[in-house]
């Protein structure tokens, strides 16, 4: 029998551990937040929001793991890497399976750690806010869960058997397509966190917000713009997404692009950034991985990425004052839009 984890039973976490367990793949929902933990071995995982479930689920703390698991899903930050997979490759063989469903674009670093061979790579097509111990809310329809809930690839290549597993849990939740270009959907993904979830935690709002705003659309299109011109100076093309074509946010003629943006984010209108709760909780965000990453490979590259880099600088601001952002910040978005030059000239 597989013995599976999911590392990082978070607001993510706690609805993908109780789907699974619901179809009949026990996983182990691996969390530092001791009272979560035994929330949910009380009280079973308590889903709501799109759908109503509670579950019963098996949970502990980095401390209780023994043995080893033959497939983890990662789901913690990025931002918590180094001592994650510090605790967890005590408990890998050599023929773990380690999937990283996280933000950004994180195979690297996770393969640098536990070994190339063990590790596959993911994107997640939906959103959750955890409510508190044993309790997520699902913010995505649930019609986008069963038809886009997950894409899984090889870090470099064609799908391969091994694969198959991973697409079996994962399958428990929603449609999990398999990859041949996983870092292509690693920017397309990369380019929606950057976008609505960069905003969210900009203006500390909820995606609806951002779709009903004219000056936060303007943004939407110029931090999408730079991310093409990211992904493609890094040697990727945005690959196709959630059943849309993601190469149009290159050179986006505003009518089509804004239609796409409605087709795409207007089931997640109710989801509030992860970075934004993280700020809510006065913790740290993942932004230097995820917007940041932009901004890093036009530094590289020599383009410049001035929305990224206001996105940036907005969160920033907001982690060093432990403090929400409020709407109100749309008026620097509105300055710089007014002001900045086109990325995608030189």
Not at 229 to 254: N, V, Y
Not at 332 to 341: E, G, I, K, V, Y
């Amino acid at each position: 029998m597989t013995r599976a984890a999911i590392i990082g039973a978070g607001s993510l976490g706690t609805v993908i551990g109780a789907l699974m367990a619901k179809g009949g793949r026990p996983v182990e929902l691996v969390d530092t937040h001791a009272a979560h933990v035994q929330a949910l071995n009380a009280e079973g995982a308590c889903i709501s929001g799109q759908i109503t479930l509670c579950q019963p689920v098996r949970a502990l703390t980095p401390d209780q793991m023994q043995g080893s698991y033959d497939l983890v899903f990662l789901l913690t930050k990025q931002t918590t890497n180094p001592q994650v997979l510090a605790d967890l490759a005590p408990h890998l063989h050599e023929d773990s399976l380690v999937c990283t469903l996280q933000n950004g674009i994180p195979e690297p670093a996770v393969a640098a750690a536990l070994g190339a061979p063990r590790v596959i790579g993911g994107t997640v097509g939906f959103g959750a806010t955890w409510l508190g111990p044993g309790q997520s809310s699902l913010t995505t329809a649930a019609e986008v869960v069963r038809n886009h809930a997950f894409e899984i690839g090889e870090i470099d290549g064609p799908p391969s058997p091994r694969l198959d597993l991973a697409q079996t849990y994962l399958g428990c939740v929603g449609h999990t397509r398999l990859l041949d270009d996983l870092m292509g959907v690693r920017w397309s993904k990369l380019l929606m966190n950057a976008t609505f979830s960069g905003l969210s935690a900009a203006l500390g709002c909820d995606f609806g917000e951002v779709l009903d705003n004219p000056t936060a659309l303007r943004a939407v299109l110029r931090i999408a713009e730079e991310v093409a011109r990211a992904a493609r100076a890094e040697g990727h093309d945005l690959a196709p997404l959630q059943g849309e074509d993601f190469r149009q946010f290159a050179c986006p003629g505003a009518a089509a692009t804004l239609a796409m943006v409605h087709r795409i984010w207007n089931p997640h209108r109710r989801l509030r950034a992860s970075m934004l709760q993280d700020l809510e909780k006065c913790r740290d965000t993942e932004i230097d991985h995820i917007n940041g990453l932009v901004c890093a490979a036009g530094r590289r590259h020599g383009f410049a990425t001035p929305v990224n880099d206001l996105v940036v600088a907005l969160v920033h601001e907001a982690q060093a004052r432990r403090m929400q952002p409020g709407f109100a910040n749309i008026r620097r978005f509105a300055t710089l839009l007014d002001s900045a030059p086109d990325p995608a000239q030189p």
